[in-house]
C-alpha cells in the first residue's frame, strides 16, 4: 500500500485548504482512512478517520464544524476540505489507511505541509 499526499501549502487565517491522499496498492474499500498532524512539539495526532463506505466520520473536536473527510474508492482518494483555519492548525498532515480488522496492515503517507499564518 502507497499513500501520497497533495494539496498543503501556506494561507491566512479564516482562508480554506483542500488535501487529498492517493491511495495505492490494495482496494481502497477494505480500509478505514484518516488523516492525522502533528503540530509543532506535539505528538500525531488524529484529525479525522471515515469507515469503509463514507457512511461514518468521526472528528476531533478542535476541528469539528470545520473540517470535511471524505472518500472516493472508485477514484482511490481521501480528501480533507479544511475551512476557517486557524494558526493552531497549522501541522504536518499524514494520511493514514487502517486494515488491521481485515489483517492488512497499517499505513503513512509522508506527510504534507499546512502552514497557517497572517
Known amino acids: 500500500v502507497q499513500l501520497v499526499e497533495s494539496g498543503g501549502g501556506s494561507v491566512q487565517p479564516e482562508e480554506s485548504l483542500r488535501v487529498s491522499c492517493a491511495f495505492s496498492g490494495h482496494h481502497l474499500a477494505s480500509f478505514t482512512m484518516g488523516w492525522f498532524r502533528q503540530r509543532p512539539g506535539k505528538e500525531r495526532e488524529l484529525v479525522a478517520n471515515i469507515d469503509y463506505s463514507g457512511e461514518y466520520t468521526e472528528y476531533a473536536d478542535a476541528v469539528k464544524g470545520r473540517f470535511t473527510i471524505s472518500r472516493d474508492n472508485s477514484k482511490n482518494t481521501v480528501d480533507l476540505q479544511m475551512n476557517s483555519l486557524k494558526p493552531e492548525d497549522t501541522a504536518v498532515y499524514f494520511c493514514?489507511?487502517?486494515?488491521?480488522?481485515?489483517?492488512?496492515?497499517?499505513?503513512w503517507g509522508q506527510g504534507t505541509q499546512v502552514t497557517v499564518s497572517s
Open positions: 493514514n489507511a487502517d486494515g488491521l480488522r481485515g489483517g492488512l496492515g497499517l499505513y
